[in-house]
């Protein structure tokens, strides 16, 4: 199984405007059941722990879907 850096990462080189189609759900503690989520459009950079967005640092640990053009394509149990 791939990690979510290495899914991130292929949506970006593959093309740049597939990371847009992209939603990553992550946990935050204090919101809403627990949930955040945010989109590929926000992302600046894909470090090699976190993921730097617009509002936020997100350790991959914490993420726990990812949904591309409406099809989940990875989900951690």
Do not use: C, Q
Not at 42 to 70: C, E, L, Q, W
């Amino acid at each position: 199984m791939s990690s979510p850096r290495d899914i991130l990462n292929k949506l970006k080189w593959k093309n740049d405007l597939d990371i847009k189609k992209t939603e990553i759900w992550y946990i935050h503690r204090g919101a809403a059941n627990d949930t955040m989520i945010v989109s590929g459009k926000d992302i600046i950079d894909i470090g090699r722990s976190f993921m730097k967005t617009t509002s936020a640092m997100i350790p991959y640990h914490r993420i726990f879907k990812i949904v591309y053009n409406g099809k989940i394509i990875f989900e951690r149990r």
